[in-house]
């Protein structure tokens, strides 16, 4: 008699690599392939059904066969891990970027790393932003301590191609947007974010992205004034501070910040 | 393990709920339909975002239970302590009347299989699963209810029919029984059983919720047929009469109609509620009677 562990591998041994011969062995029925290919049918469609929400350009841009074909083979390599399926999808993007029968789509991984990207914005938890006064009732000399922690639905997308207009124009079917696409216009960097109107992906310049990846990234505010001297990072982060992009912060060792002119922090 | 002791008395009434879908989010703000309660799948509002600030408003109307589609109470290797978590803090934000979770399993070897899978009818499954069950109402601090699945295979070295496991589970965790009507017939036709037996073995004073939704038919390689539990049509004549039966031995109980495929128009599954109302109205003036002649 198996063990429960081992039903269940070989249950899983039929679902995910397709192999059932384990598993109808241990069935007391006729047609057992009819049978587990039910749930085999179940698994593949619910979790094919999960990335198409995730990655809706993507699926426009190969056709729905193709999705289903690519779908299922990335499922069989990168099966969920829970039931939070809001969640998966992460390897995706990577995914497709070696999956050679798309090669010449080569804007697609791009595209499929911003949807990413826009899903974990749509799905991420709720959480207050900071509340200035906090900020401003630092000592001054603490200020330039501050590393601030981003509102969880923010994203920072560096892509090669102008993934945010193709990402565009294929969810609204805009012909004439996709049709003046130049693939060499350079890469884009993007500002992903949940604002209380929705999900919003805005172009970030050259400045505003180095600025925004250290502040996102947790450096103190010593670290990112010092990189971004001169260049209105105060008032990039007046507009991050305005906008609840953060929702925390901490004080970075004292020893390790270096000691510089600060904007003046209102709340 | 007795049940534990604060897990406040259900403030849904045994009338006619809906499952909430996300088709029908901005519906049921706008018209505000007379239904008694609802139901939500947990795993839609794990994140924030739109779908939990819809579910906040509209618990603010109706009662809301929450019903898991993916901790595995059956898995062999435990519970995901980080599902389990997502789950509490849903329960935290929703304050949910009632919380339910199935007999099946659905992860293995860290792989979610999404679906509930038939667990053979063991002593070991029983011991995995009252083990779990026991995690779980700890965890929540509350009572929960299980769900008997519907099955489309059976396995060799299975030797408790269903409704003992069901039944020992009840007893061994106090734990309620979510009675879902038609899977209970898709099964009993799907492994020749007789559904009113089934409901004849299970104990009414642990029934907390009833199911009703469709399903479909599906022909084998053999020329048998299985019935599937898709939810994606109305209910059949069949499991009305069903319900009947279950109302006939278990008095009034909450009921729920479940729609997750092709979902209609939110009319369509009111006027299914309307239906389960109807006859939770005669279960009820057949209790009065009967308490009048006692």
Redesign the interface.
């Known amino acids: 008699?198996?063990?429960?562990?081992e039903?269940?591998?070989a249950?899983?041994a039929s679902?995910?690599d397709r192999d059932d011969g384990a598993a109808a062995a241990?069935?007391?029925?006729?047609?057992?392939?009819?049978?587990?290919n039910?749930?085999r049918n179940?698994?593949v469609t619910?979790?094919t059904k999960a990335l198409r929400l995730s990655y809706p350009a993507v699926h426009r841009l190969v056709g729905a066969d193709f999705f289903e074909g690519v779908a299922g083979l990335f499922i069989a390599r990168h099966?969920?891990?829970?039931?939070?399926?809001?969640e998966y999808g992460a390897e995706f993007p990577e995914f497709l970027r070696n999956f050679q029968p798309a090669a010449s789509l080569v804007y697609l991984a791009d595209v499929a790393r911003l949807e990413w990207a826009v899903s974990r914005a749509?799905?991420?938890?709720?959480?207050e932003p900071l509340d200035l006064v906090r900020l401003s009732a630092l000592p001054p000399e603490d200020q330039s301590r501050v590393c601030f922690v981003p509102h969880?639905?923010i994203g920072l997308v560096h892509t090669d191609y102008p993934a945010d207009v193709i990402w565009r124009g294929v969810l609204s079917a805009d012909d004439a947007a996709l049709a003046g696409i130049d693939l060499d216009d350079g890469p884009a960097r993007l500002l992903v974010e949940?604002r209380a109107t929705g999900v919003e992906v805005s172009r970030l310049d050259d400045t505003a992205w180095r600025f925004a990846t250290m502040l996102c990234e947790g450096r103190s505010l010593a670290t990112v004034f010092g990189a971004a001297a001169d260049t209105g990072g105060d008032a990039l982060l007046a507009e991050y501070l305005a906008a609840g992009r953060f929702v925390d912060f901490r004080l970075a060792p004292a020893e390790f910040t270096v000691l510089t002119t600060l904007p003046e922090i209102v709340s | 393990m007795s049940p534990p002791a604060i897990n406040p008395p259900s403030p849904i009434p045994a009338k006619a709920g809906i499952g909430l879908r996300f088709q029908h989010h901005q519906a049921v703000l706008d018209v505000a339909p007379d239904v008694a309660w609802m139901e939500v799948h947990t795993e839609n509002y794990m994140g924030g975002g739109t779908p939990l600030h819809y579910l906040d408003a509209i618990r603010s109307d109706y009662p809301i239970s929450l019903h898991g589609v993916g901790l595995s109470l059956g898995s062999a290797e435990g519970l995901d302590p980080a599902h389990l978590e997502r789950i509490r803090r849903v329960a935290e934000r929703i304050e949910p009347a009632l919380m339910s979770e199935h007999i099946a399993w659905s992860i293995t070897d860290g792989t979610y299989l999404a679906d509930l899978l038939p667990l053979p009818m063991t002593e070991e499954s029983l011991n995995v699963v009252c083990r779990h069950v026991d995690q779980v109402q700890s965890y929540m601090k509350r009572r929960i209810l299980v769900e008997n699945p519907s099955t489309y295979l059976r396995f060799c070295h299975s030797i408790i029919p269903e409704w003992e496991f069901m039944t020992a589970v009840a007893e061994r965790t106090g734990c309620g029984i979510l009675c879902d009507v038609n899977n209970i017939y898709v099964s009993a036709h799907n492994h020749g059983w007789d559904a009113s037996t089934y409901l004849a073995a299970l104990p009414p004073a642990v029934i907390g919720e009833i199911h009703l939704a469709g399903h479909s038919v599906r022909p084998l390689g053999d020329g048998s047929t299985l019935r599937i539990d898709d939810h994606g049509s109305r209910v059949i004549a069949e499991v009305w009469a069903l319900y009947r039966k279950a109302l006939e031995r278990f008095g009034p109980v909450p009921t729920l109609i479940e729609w997750d495929t092709d979902v209609p128009p939110l009319d369509v599954l009111l006027g299914e509620a309307d239906h389960a109302g109807a006859l939770l109205a005669l279960a009820d003036a057949a209790e009065a009677r009967n308490a009048d002649a006692a």
Not at chain 1, 26 to 36: I, Q
Not at chain 1, 122 to 127: E, K, S
Request: aromatic share 6%.
């Open positions: 008699m198996p063990t429960l562990l039903l269940q591998r249950m899983r679902l995910v241990m069935l007391a029925e006729n047609v057992p392939s009819d049978r587990l039910i749930y179940t698994f619910g979790v099966p969920p891990r829970s039931a939070y399926l809001d749509i799905h991420a938890a709720d959480v969880p639905s949940r």
